[in-house]
């Protein structure tokens, strides 16, 4: 488990299907994550399965959740990780709406940074936003992360082409 000030991260659990159901199908979402089609509950749990080794899966889900309430409040994921070279890429929701513009989204990728640097011995993280994703723009700027490109027209949405930010936070120190 990874503590913060307000909340924490866990790895995921059985018990968190539901959860990952309702926020992986919920269509609000689906832009975002780039999700065409909805999760059956079967798959959902083979995903789950798959979070249980980051060596193996190449990925890693951890639940954010409130540390007074231990209330699940969305989840912060690293996929694409490749040990050899010492990358990965990060994603992260706060599902409800209620939860957001609280400084979870900063605790949580705060906790991720350090312990994918000093756990994880990765040398950089990357992240993809979407060009009119302005908090996401901030999140991830505000802490460090430096735009080292754009995909331009990446993306269509109801008829509408929007630019992808390619962003990128080396954790190497120098010395």
């Not at 990874?2 to 059985?14: P, T």
């Not at 539901?18 to 959902?44: C, K, Q």
């Not at 954010?64 to 990358?87: M, R, W």
């Amino acid at each position: 488990m990874l503590k913060g000030k307000d909340l924490f991260l866990r790895a995921v659990e059985s018990s968190d299907a539901t959860s990952l159901f309702l926020w992986e199908n919920d269509a609000n979402h689906w832009r975002i994550a780039n999700t065409e089609v909805p999760f059956s509950m079967h798959a959902i749990h083979n995903l789950i399965e798959q979070y249980a080794s980051i060596r193996t899966s190449g990925q890693l889900r951890l639940i954010i959740c409130i540390q007074e309430t231990n209330q699940a409040i969305g989840a912060i994921d690293l996929y694409d990780v490749n040990f050899k070279h010492g990358f990965a890429t990060v994603g992260i929701l706060i599902a409800d709406k209620e939860h957001r513009m609280l400084g979870y989204a900063k605790q949580a990728l705060t906790l991720l940074i350090n312990y994918s640097e000093n756990i994880l011995d990765l040398a950089n993280l990357q992240c993809f936003i979407h060009a009119d994703n302005i908090p996401s723009i901030s999140l991830f700027e505000g802490l460090g992360f430096e735009k080292v490109g754009i995909r331009k027209s990446w993306y269509r949405f109801k008829g509408q082409r929007i630019d992808e930010i390619c962003y990128q936070l080396c954790l190497i120190k120098e010395s």
